[in-house]
Nanobody, 115 residues
Framework: QVQLVESGGGLVQPGGSLRLSCAAS????????MNWYRQAPGKQRELVAA???????NYVGSVKGRFTASRDNSKNMVYLQMNSLKPEDSAVYYC?????????WGQGTQVTVSS
């Protein structure tokens, strides 16, 4: 059974930081592209960061320079370090594992940036 479990969300003031974690089980972690998505109320789900199997990352423009995604294949973990958070970063953040004909999602973790 495949499970992706996110943690680390919460309420933070503008300018603050959070670190999201995603623990994966039930998959051969190292062969999956791991992605972080987010979805704000009334908006489409958005790809925030993508990490390929080599650890190379791509980010949506709005988070470049503020967010850093990483993966630890030895622990089946993926992380999203979020700095200089803005109110517009508020959303439910989802972990996604993807490869050909395979696509798995976590349940999401809420991030709220507000003073």
């Amino acid at each position: 059974q495949v499970q992706l479990v996110e943690s680390g969300g919460g309420l933070v003031q503008p300018g603050g930081s959070l670190r999201l974690s995603c623990a994966a089980s039930g998959i051969i972690f190292g062969i999956y592209t791991m992605n972080w998505y987010r979805q704000a109320p009334g908006k489409q789900r958005e790809l925030v960061a993508a990490l390929n199997t080599y650890g190379d990352t791509n980010y949506v423009g709005s988070v470049k320079g503020r967010f850093t995604a990483s993966r630890d294949n030895s622990k089946n973990m993926v992380y999203l370090q979020m700095n200089s958070l803005k109110p517009e970063d508020s959303a439910v953040y989802y972990c996604n594992a993807n490869r050909v004909r395979r696509d798995y999602w976590g349940q999401g973790t809420q991030v709220t940036v507000s003073s």
